[in-house]
T-cell receptor
Framework: AQSVAQPEDQVNVAEGNPLTVKCTYS??????LFWYVQYPNRGLQFLLKYITGDNLVKGSYGFEAEFNKSQPSFHLKKPSALVSDSALYFCAVSTGGGNKLTFGTGTQLKVEL | DGGITQSPKYLFRKEGQNVTLSCEQNLNHDAMYWYRQDPGQGLRLIYYSQIVNDFQKGDIAEGYSVSREKKESFPLTVTSAQKNPTAFYLC??????????????FGPGTRLTVL
């Protein structure tokens, strides 16, 4: 069975400061890891993914994520937060390239001036 | 929201009625999915289809039905057997590279409310 945990329901950060949204996972086999963002009453938008290769993955809108096999984690990061980054962020995992994604419960990011 | 459309955006249903949610994609994606989103619970997979005329149950299929008669379309019917259907429903699709599936792209969603 595969599972994802997003330990923080909400993260608050000041604009211009770095942000981190945490994600830990549990799978048997090689993980495929994803981050999505959701704005109110909208569908999810794909941000980035880790399949294999470099542990640091760069994605859309200046976001990046670091794969850590030993923890295991896939935390989302951005060096300088914007107010427009305020949204709901979801981490997801699948195994072996399969199409069954398991999502975390989401983390609400609030960026304030 | 890419090339995936969902209709209607809002849907109201009386108890005991079946309703059908539409999902269409023009991305030529092989696989399509239906998720249910409830506050604080993330997304849960209802049904998915990897190819026309074939589909599989997800984690919470009870009270729902689907069909995949065309590659572009994957409608979801919420039946009267679904005990708590009020939720936000999201459709997604993805391509396949070799034996692996790529990231899923999502539609804008349908908010279903049971009156």
């Amino acid at each position: 069975a595969q599972s994802v945990a997003q330990p923080e329901d909400q993260v608050n950060v000041a604009e211009g400061n770095p942000l981190t949204v945490k994600c830990t996972y549990s799978v048997s086999g090689n993980p495929y890891l994803f981050w999505y963002v959701q704005y109110p009453n909208r569908g999810l938008q794909f941000l980035l993914k880790y399949i294999t290769g470099d542990n640091l993955v760069k994605g859309s809108y200046g976001f990046e994520a670091e794969f850590n096999k030993s923890q295991p984690s896939f935390h989302l990061k951005k060096p300088s937060a914007l107010v427009s980054d305020s949204a709901l962020y979801f981490c997801a995992v699948s195994t072996g390239g399969g199409n069954k994604l398991t999502f975390g419960t989401g983390t609400q990011l609030k960026v304030e001036l | 929201d890419g090339g995936i459309t969902q209709s209607p955006k809002y849907l109201f249903r009386k108890e005991g009625q079946n309703v059908t949610l539409s999902c269409e994609q023009n991305l030529n994606h092989d696989a399509m999915y239906w998720y249910r989103q409830d506050p604080g619970q993330g997304l849960r997979l209802i049904y998915y289809s990897q190819i026309v005329n074939d589909f599989q149950k997800g984690d919470i299929a009870e009270g729902y039905s689907v069909s995949r008669e065309k590659k572009e379309s994957f409608p979801l019917t919420v039946t009267s057997a679904q005990k708590n259907p009020t939720a936000f429903y999201l459709c997604a699709s993805s391509t396949k590279s070799g034996s692996s599936y790529n990231e899923q792209f999502f539609g804008p969603g349908t908010r279903l409310t049971v009156l």
